[in-house]
């Protein structure tokens, strides 16, 4: 008996951790009741618990990130960080309390209904903080812009005629702009500044991307990611970022299920039926992707930032470059010539787009 599994289910929040075990069998889970989230009342628990080459743990993936899950690494714990997103639900289910949901977990994952996450590296950990911190400054700095915006709408003050918006033109007129009364000359000098500010810190951001992009211990993979159209330095730091190892695709249709890229199916005997992309995984890199898609509206070419980014590249991963361009850039046009408008061209464009970049990155790891 010493030797049974246990399978033991945490949910975790901020201060505190409910416990429940699952015995090896068929047995009622049992709920051990509340700890603290500390590390010295972890070390108890796994203690009290038995040999931890007998127990299995698993919590949700959640705002606590992962040191719980290092923790127990350290100690010789097996661990699974859970998807919540992919956790079985009971329909119907209207009680939900932190006993249920670490019982409701012991007893999934001793069924093995739970699928678990990767878990990054801290190094990749760390990166990916950097490229989300850089994109919630670029939405800031996008809101800063509404509110200024509106401000001067709602004051009735336009930009001269052909002054386009946020060029330098247009910021010398913001710097001419005069108010009679202090009031309002405070508001735009304050919606101003936080403009102002947002995009130095944006800058800092970026400087810091660039020197993991040439310095860090994945520099080799952004610069191959780069040879890409569409896909420059933000875009192919952030797909490393996030991804951290695509070792974890056997095959690109994994990666581009990963990003929720692949069609929805709803099949029954005779009939198949595929709806819109599934949009599950990481939607960050979705977006990413999507975006980048844009790019091969046009016809293929080498030259310019392009040209600068591939130069120094192995031939094999600029050949493959050169592959994606014309292949895409055919697809996206025929798509539209079959009637498709053009958000569902550039997601089938983005999807295949996917593959190319899981090619590269395989493409790498023979060169290197």
Known sequence: MKDTIKYVGLDVSKEKIAVAIADEGRGEPRYLGMISNTPEQIRKLIKKLGDPDTLRVCYEAGATGY???????????????????????????????????????????????????????????????????????????????????????????????????????????????????SVLRVVFQEYYHQLKELEQRILRLEEEIKIQATQGIHAPTIQALQALRGVALITATSLVAEIGSFKRFPTPRQFMAYVGLVPSEFSSGEKRRQGEITKTGN??????????????????????????????????????????????????????????????????????????????????????
């Not at 350290?74 to 992919?86: E, F, K, N, Q, R």
């Not at 093995?112 to 990916?128: F, M």
């Not at 975006?291 to 070419?301: F, L, V």
């Not at 999807?351 to 060169?367: C, H, M, N, S, Y």
Request: charged residues 30%; contains cysteine; aromatic residues 8%.
């Open 67 to 181: 040191p719980l899950y290092r923790l127990l690494i350290t100690l010789g714990v097996h661990c699974d960080v859970i998807a919540p997103s992919l956790i079985p639900q009971k329909p119907g289910e209207r009680i939900k309390t932190d006993r249920r949901d670490s019982i409701r977990l012991a007893q999934l994952y001793r069924a093995g209904e739970l699928t678990s996450i990767y878990i990054p590296t801290p190094e990749d950990e760390a990166l990916r903080d950097l490229v989300r911190a850089r994109e919630d400054a670029k939405e800031d700095e996008l809101r800063a812009k509404h509110r200024l915006s509106k401000f001067l709408l709602r004051n009735n003050l336009k930009q001269p005629v052909g002054i386009n918006k946020w060029t330098k033109k247009y910021r010398d007129w913001l710097d001419t702009l005069k108010f009679e009364s």
């Open 283 to 368: 939607r960050h890199i979705r977006r990413l992707l999507t975006e980048s898609a844009w790019s091969y509206r046009y016809q293929p070419a080498v030259k310019g930032e392009l040209k600068k980014r591939i130069d120094g590249l192995p031939p094999a991963i600029q050949a493959i470059s050169w592959k994606a361009q014309k292949r895409l850039h055919k697809k996206y046009y025929q798509l539209l010539s079959k009637g498709k408008n053009g958000g569902k061209a550039i997601t089938a464009v983005a999807r295949e787009l996917a593959g190319f970049i899981w090619a590269i990155t395989q493409e790498l790891e023979v060169t290197t």
